[in-house]
């Protein structure tokens, strides 16, 4: 079982940080391997809509997002983590998620290439907002909502919280404790998730 951490925010250290790396300990505490990636250390261009990749299943663009790619197929589940910047994704998890794209043919199915690895594959999502209402965040959730809706991805939830000066959210217990078991489920096996 294999966990995959995606860090949206270019701060490192800071409270999405702090959340993701607390839903690594719970998937490595419940026997998965678990690997980090900080989006902000990487090259990552936007999506050109060249539609290349709908015939090759490659993305034409040589950057760190093949690398990535291949990350997310070995992955059997995907936690992100992002916060909130002009009530939207950060440019960092956007142009990540536009280069989903490769994964996908002409017709918006699985690319023939990675279907079956794609099939089954769980998708959660931790969020932080400087605004004490934290459905302001609720524009990133609906984004990773829907693409596991439209993919058939497992929906594993979302964590969402509220801070904002640097590593004021070591402070919320509850929110800390929600992101460990969202880690959890995340490296729970596909019968055990079914069963809940």
């Known amino acids: 079982m294999k966990v995959l951490g ?11 940080d702090v959340l993701l790396e607390q839903a690594l300990r ?11 990636i900080v989006l902000s250390q990487k090259k990552i261009s936007g999506c050109l809509d060249c539609g290349r990749c709908n015939e090759a299943g490659v ?15 070995e992955a059997d589940a995907i936690i992100h ?7 939207s994704m950060t440019s960092q998890m956007k ?19 990675y279907s079956q690895r794609m ?8 969020t932080v907002c400087g605004d004490p209402d934290v459905s302001v965040a609720e524009p990133i959730l609906y984004s990773f909502k829907n693409t596991c809706q439209f993919t058939g ?11 904002s000066a640097k590593g004021e959210i070591d402070q919320n217990e509850a ?13 729970a096996s596909q019968k055990d998730t079914a069963k809940r």
């Open 6 to 16: 995606i860090l949206g925010s270019p701060r490192v250290g800071g409270n999405s």
């Open 26 to 36: 719970g998937a490595k505490d419940a026997g998965a391997e678990v690997e980090k």
């Open 59 to 73: 993305c034409a663009i040589r950057d760190d997002m093949l690398e990535i790619h291949q990350k997310i197929l």
């Open 81 to 87: 983590s992002v916060p909130v910047y002009f009530w």
């Open 95 to 113: 142009a990540y998620l536009d280069r989903w794209c490769a994964f996908f043919d002409a017709d918006w199915n699985w690319h023939k290439a």
């Open 119 to 126: 099939k089954g594959k769980r998708i959660g999502l931790i």
């Open 153 to 163: 991805l497992k929906w594993m939830g979302a964590v969402q919280a509220s801070a």
């Open 175 to 187: 929110a800390k404790k929600k992101a460990y078991h969202l880690g959890k489920k995340g490296a």
